[in-house]
C-alpha cells in the first residue's frame, strides 16, 4: 500500500475482531518504529508488547476504564527512554516535567508511534493511539521507572468496523506561506 492511501484509510478503531496478530506482523510494526528518525539519532523509544489478557485489561482500566481497549489481541506501548539524551541525575518524569530533553524524547517517539499506525494500515491491520492515562499509573502497571514517560498505548487487530472519515480543515484554514498570517 502506498503511503498516502495508508494516510487516507487510516482511522481511530475502537471494535476489534477476536483475531491475533501474526508475529511477522508485529516484527514489521516494531521495525517500523525502529527505523523512525530521531534528533540526534538518540533512538530514545522502547516499546512494550502487551498481549497477555490480564496486562490488557490493567491498562485499560488505568486508561479511565476503556472497556472497549480489550477486543484488541494486541497494544503496544510507546515509551520515551530520556536517558538518551540526559544519561545520569535524579529524575522523575510526568505530565508536569520541565525537561526540554524531555518534550524532545516524546517527539522522536511520536514519530516512531505514528510509524507503527502507518505501517499497521498497510499490512491490513487497525489501531488507536491512546494517552488518557496519568504516567503514575501507568508506570505502575507496566512496571516502568519513574525517569521514562509513556507517551502513547498503540491498541492494534483486525477491524471490526468501519468508521466514517472524520471532517478535516482544508489546506486553506491550516498553511501560511513564509509567516504566521492567523
Known amino acids: 500500500m502506498e503511503v498516502q492511501k495508508a494516510i487516507q484509510q487510516r482511522r481511530s478503531v475502537r471494535r476489534y475482531k477476536d483475531a491475533p496478530v501474526e508475529e511477522e506482523k508485529l516484527t514489521l510494526l516494531l521495525e517500523a518504529a525502529r527505523l523512525a528518525p530521531t534528533g540526534s539519532n538518540t533512538q530514545s523509544g522502547r516499546f512494550i508488547v502487551i498481549r497477555d489478557d490480564k496486562m490488557r485489561t490493567q491498562?485499560?482500566?488505568?486508561?479511565?476504564?476503556?472497556?472497549?481497549m480489550k477486543q484488541a489481541p494486541l497494544f503496544i506501548a510507546c515509551v520515551a527512554d530520556i536517558?538518551?539524551?540526559?544519561?545520569?541525575?535524579?529524575l522523575t518524569l510526568d505530565e508536569q516535567s520541565p525537561q526540554l530533553e524531555l518534550k524532545q524524547c516524546i517527539r522522536d517517539v511520536s514519530i516512531q508511534g505514528e510509524h507503527i499506525v502507518?505501517?499497521?494500515?498497510?499490512?491490513?491491520l487497525s489501531s488507536c493511539w491512546i494517552a488518557w492515562y496519568t504516567q503514575n499509573e501507568i508506570r505502575q502497571v507496566l512496571e516502568i521507572p519513574e525517569d521514562k514517560y509513556v507517551v502513547a498505548v498503540l491498541v492494534i487487530g483486525y477491524a471490526d468496523e468501519t468508521p466514517a472519515a472524520r471532517p478535516r480543515k482544508?489546506?486553506?484554514?491550516?498553511?501560511?506561506?513564509?509567516k504566521w498570517q492567523g
Open 118 to 124: 502507518l505501517q499497521a494500515e498497510a499490512l491490513g
Open 83 to 90: 536517558r538518551a539524551r540526559i544519561p545520569s541525575g535524579e
Open 170 to 178: 482544508s489546506l486553506d484554514e491550516i498553511v501560511y506561506h513564509e
Open 59 to 68: 491498562v485499560a482500566q488505568v486508561s479511565h476504564d476503556q472497556k472497549w
